[in-house]
């Protein structure tokens, strides 16, 4: 169980590690588009619709390794006040009830979408956008797999919790 969840971590450590510096990019790139439409006057769609992707990467790619630091919104009616053990309880219903249900239902409803969107490599969202909306709605897809891969190795922890086994807990990237 431990090689399992060492690799369901380490993929979404990965694609964490790599996905964080979009943030700066999406950052410098929003400075640069506000200094070219404010002081000289330029504006570009495809610059104002990279944002737009590097926000949706960003969002969609790092939700994996948000579940894996644990830092996701949570609705703390009963876990803050509970044990450990009731803890890995709340936990396990909810990635075994909502995670994996949620996921499967947007990733089969997402897919057909997805494929024609591939089939006919799907042009950009506005004229003089990116011409490649298909790898934007592709997104979805990975969003769901990516969290579906996190949520194994998080069943698997609360599984050892529950029977009181020792647990190597993830850690943030530094």
């Known amino acids: 169980m431990n090689a399992v969840m060492a690799v369901c971590d380490g993929i979404n450590r990965g694609i964490g590690s790599l996905v964080r510096w979009l943030a700066l990019f999406m950052v410098l790139l929003q400075f640069f588009i506000v200094v070219l439409r404010y002081v000289f006057g330029v504006s570009f769609i495809f610059l104002d619709e990279s944002v737009l992707y ?7 790619l790092g939700a994996g390794y948000t579940l894996l630091v644990d830092r996701h919104v949570r ?4 876990y803050s006040n509970a044990s450990a053990r009731g803890r890995a309880l709340i936990d396990l219903i909810g990635h075994i009830c909502l995670l994996f249900p949620a996921m499967l239902v947007l990733l089969a409803f997402s897919w057909p979408s997805v494929t024609r969107s591939w089939a006919t490599l799907e042009g950009p969202i506005s ?14 897809p990975a969003f769901c797999v990516l969290l579906m891969i ?3 190795a998080c069943v698997l922890r609360d599984g050892l919790r529950l029977r009181a086994l020792p647990v190597k807990e993830p850690r943030a990237l530094s």
């Open 127 to 140: 004229v003089g956008g990116i011409p490649a909306s298909f790898l934007l709605k592709s997104l979805i």
């Open 75 to 78: 609705v703390d009616i009963f």
């Open 150 to 152: 996190q949520g194994v």
């Open 54 to 60: 590097l926000h949706a990467s960003l969002f969609m």
